[in-house]
């Protein structure tokens, strides 16, 4: 379900650069950032649960892949900055609607 909601977002952002630009489509390319590396975050240690001790193990790759997913969070920014700037723009969206 995670794949999927992140999956839509990603599709929904690409099709708001392609059509109105990517300054439009700012708060949903923000949101992208946070959304995707925590699915992936996620997923893999629901796959590590799901193999038990030998999910952390050198005998499948997972631990290396959640590794990787909690480098993706910090990779374009912490997530922290990415929601605040989420924030921000649906606060100016707002003001500007009054």
Known sequence: MEIEQARLLTLKAAQLMDTVGNKAA?????MIKVVAP???QNVTDRAIQAFGGAGVSSDVPLA??????RILRLADGPDEVHRRAVARME???HDMKR
């Open 26 to 30: 700012a708060p949903e390319i923000a």
């Open 91 to 93: 606060l100016k969206r």
């Open 64 to 69: 290396q892949f959640w590794a990787l997913s």
């Open 38 to 40: 925590a699915m992936a």
